[in-house]
């Protein structure tokens, strides 16, 4: 199972961070999101993910072997090295991240927009965590999907923290509750949100509250020991 596979590879990581010379957002506790993600998925379907999204590049079919290899900082990992846990890319399976909190949600939601004026099939699905919602292009994006029909997923992965900061000290308000807002389907699964934002050729909203089980921010024990690690993060 594809849940269980992403749990293994998590906590192989887990183990090597002393070997690991970047920061790590490890994804135990969201596998799966990703599961159900995997289900829905199509090749030529575009998914935008976040600083945490070991879990999303499997989910679309990407190289164990190669993300291993970039994340361990190696010339065969799959930016040759460079881009290290966050930041990874992956053209040839429509697969892209950022390290930037909400800093590909316009991007997505560009994306769709390039898709219906080109009259794919595909859809994108644009991955965020309840600190991207705090990110003002993230409601200026789902106003612009509403308003042209645009056939993207946003899945929020709630883990109700940003750093050490709860979700209740940052949000008043629900978070799905204001995306309604917008007029845009909620779905209460992920499969569900995908299948709808590609039947109906619309945006679509769900929000799948987990619970991280790691911390949120791994780094290598071959830092040195005076950082602080909250101001990296």
Known sequence: MLAERIRQFEKRLQAAMPKIMCPVHLSLGHEEVAAQMHESLRPEDWLFSTHRNHHHYLAKGGSEHKLWDEIMGLPS?????????QGISDPSINFHASAIVGGLVGVATGTAYALKMDGSDAIVVCCIGDAGTEQGVFWESLNFAALHDLPIAYICENNGMSVDARIE???ATPI??????????ERGDVRDALDTARKLRCPT???IKVKLECDHLNMSSLLPTTMDLKAVA
Do not use: D, H, P, Y
Request: proline share 0%; charged share 25%; net charge positive.
């Open 77 to 85: 990992g799959l930016n040759g090295g460079f881009a290290g846990s």
């Open 169 to 171: 000290e940052r949000q």
């Open 176 to 185: 799905a509750k204001r995306v309604r807002a917008f007029g845009i389907w």
């Open 205 to 207: 909203f769900c929000e």
